[in-house]
């Protein structure tokens, strides 16, 4: 097993040059690697509902069909809901790319070790859900192609493995009505 | 018995509202109202795996501009208490149209603790609920709800009581010893 990707480049390469990508990220370090790419109003930070972050992507993505949704999140918070996996799939979204950083543990929590410590695989529940494209990155090559294919249509479930440790925190607004009002506002529909 | 027409009622406030994207848990109180929404190509229906999901689904349409709604069962609900924190934090809106079991000649015990907690649970949980008895209050309950929802932003749920929908039927006839 590799010693695995950093969480902060492997993140940064995938938004680099993509700044019409709408980003909904789970709570905890996928957030602060998402700031630490520095905020916008096109990133949505959950700070809390743990489970619900894909669900918020497919919300978006079938809301805003000609955008590329992507969402990036942990493999605690996917673990959470991995209902919405089979759920995203028969509905069929187009342009939702899901990004797990997958570093075997809960960061937040004091690095407990989660499920894929254990083996279990997120891409193949991914694929056994009927995602068409599912992918475990584990080297500059995998991240490189993953980058590209995100400029493609079609749906995409990805793991990336990085490193197990803490980066220093960058911590994004955390007001939910704020950041919704910001995102809604900028894609044109904020109401009075 | 007859076919109720307060599903098709409930569709149209539904379409009236603006509401694009139906999301659910199969339920057979539900179900005329899901046949509708599945044949609309104007409806974006989504089958959840369980309620939860459909809250978040919720907020992400309105982070994208667009309304939903969400069909359960009163079962469902104990499944969505910490996701409704979301559209909270988010002053987004959330309708949920609940039918309810467990109340009124339920035959199934395992109903009952869920279905007799579901209006404490969601008025904990800061969900403005309303509960229709009556097939005539419900369309009007239900565009009341959403106009509440989607203006106020706030999360509103409507019980369809199990009166209005009748026990559900497990035996044909006789009672059980």
């Known amino acids: ?192 | 018995m007859n076919t109720p027409d307060w599903p098709d009622q409930i569709f149209d406030v539904l379409k009236r509202a603006g509401v694009r994207q139906i999301a659910y848990v199969p339920d057979a109180g539900h179900a005329r109202l899901i046949t509708r929404a599945h044949q609309d190509p104007s409806l974006q229906a989504v089958v959840l795996t369980t309620e939860e999901e459909g809250i978040a689904l919720a907020t992400g349409a309105w982070l994208g501009g667009v309304r939903a709604a969400l069909l359960m069962q009163s079962s469902g609900v104990g499944n969505c208490i910490n996701m409704l924190s979301l559209p909270a934090n988010c002053r987004a809106p959330l309708l949920m149209l609940v039918t309810m079991r467990g109340e009124w000649g339920e035959f199934n015990p395992w109903q009952v603790p869920m279905g007799q907690a579901t209006e404490a649970v969601l008025r904990a949980a800061d969900v403005i609920v309303h509960r229709a008895s009556t097939a005539g209050e419900v369309a009007p309950m239900v565009a009341a709800a959403a106009a509440l929802a989607y203006d106020s932003r706030v999360s509103v749920a409507v019980l369809l009581s199990q009166r209005l929908i009748g026990a559900k039927q497990f035996v044909t006839q006789g009672a059980a010893p």
């Open chain 1, 1 to 192: 097993m590799s010693a695995g990707l950093d969480r902060r480049e492997a993140v940064a390469a995938l938004l680099a040059g993509r700044r019409d990508f709408l980003v909904v990220t789970g709570l905890g370090s996928a957030s602060y690697d998402v700031a630490a790419c520095g905020d916008r109003a096109e990133n949505f930070y959950l700070w809390g509902a743990m489970g619900g972050t894909a669900m918020v992507g497919l919300g978006l993505a079938l809301a805003q069909p000609e955008r590329r949704i992507m969402v990036v999140t942990g493999d605690g918070e996917m673990l959470m809901g991995l209902g919405a996996l089979a759920t995203i799939a028969v509905a069929g979204a187009r342009n939702l790319a899901i990004v797990v950083l997958d570093n075997w543990s809960y960061g937040e929590t004091g690095g407990q070790p989660s499920h894929t410590a254990h083996r279990v695989d997120l891409a193949a529940i991914a694929k056994g859900c009927g995602w068409e494209d599912t992918r475990t990155i584990v080297d500059a090559a995998g991240l490189d192609q993953l980058a590209r294919a995100l400029d493609r249509a079609g749906p995409i479930f990805a793991v990336i493995r990085i490193a197990p440790g803490e980066k220093p925190r960058v911590l994004p607004p955390r007001d939910g009505a704020f950041l919704t009002q910001r995102f809604r506002a900028k894609l044109g529909s904020a109401e009075p």
